[in-house]
């Protein structure tokens, strides 16, 4: 069956601007999960929805990072007034259930911000 | 508390063994090892939970002790496939965060 799905997988946007990047779980997945990765580095926990509600934003780097996820299924990651230092991966993972479980990625997006 | 993983990175000839290790300073409830191949995204191995119970591939070994708050992932007879980043993320208590490491780089030379 299909993996999880990410768009755009490449991102270039200037300081200052909006963006928004797109997670398409596996279906049936009520998981979904937020990464960031930096180069060198292990993925960085952003955020958990269990179906629609977060259920751990605790992640959130501050208040321009915001993440829906309004039908249980398709969410967004949504960052305003991008800053060079969010320059990174940006991975999304589902699982068929919440914690502990095996995890499955999405290719991520790939964010620069000049 | 992000894990500590050895070591960073670690080159092998086709065969031979490896063993990386994975310790935090916080008790654990879980321990999950992912692999990560260069420009790929993560791929799960393997979950040991306190306790004993483990979820994970057949061909995958690993260990957890709970007191000392560490794991060990074993790769026996390595194959050119097995290169890659390891990466080990702890679960401090039931529902909470992964938090994963900085990974062990695996390089496996023919």
């Known amino acids: 069956g299909a993996g999880v799905s990410q768009t755009p997988s490449n991102k270039v946007t200037e300081k200052g601007k909006y963006v928004e990047l797109r997670c398409d779980p596996i279906s049936g997945h009520t998981a979904l999960y937020w990464y960031r990765q930096s180069l060198g580095q292990g993925p960085e926990f952003l955020i958990y929805f269990q179906g629609t509600g977060a259920a751990d934003d605790s992640g959130l780097p501050n208040d321009r990072f915001f993440a829906v996820r309004p039908e249980g299924s398709v969410s967004t990651l949504k960052i305003q007034r991008t800053e060079r230092g969010d320059s990174a991966v940006y991975l999304c993972a589902s699982s068929l259930q919440g914690y502990p479980s095996e995890q499955y990625f999405g290719p991520g997006t790939r964010l620069t911000v000049t | 508390q992000q894990p500590v993983q050895s070591p960073q990175a670690v080159i092998l000839r086709e065969g031979e063994d490896a063993v990386i290790n994975c310790s935090s300073s916080k008790a654990l409830y879980s321990v999950h090892w992912y692999r990560q191949k260069h420009g790929e995204a993560p791929v799960f191995l393997m979950i040991?939970?306190?306790?004993?119970e483990q979820k994970g591939h057949e061909k995958i070994s690993a260990s957890f002790n709970e007191k000392k708050q560490q794991s060990s992932l074993y790769l026996t007879a390595s194959q050119l496939s097995y290169s890659g980043t390891y990466f080990c993320g702890t679960e401090p208590n039931r529902d909470d965060k992964i938090i994963f490491g900085k990974g062990t780089r695996l390089h496996i030379l023919p």
């Open positions: 040991l939970l306190k306790g004993g």
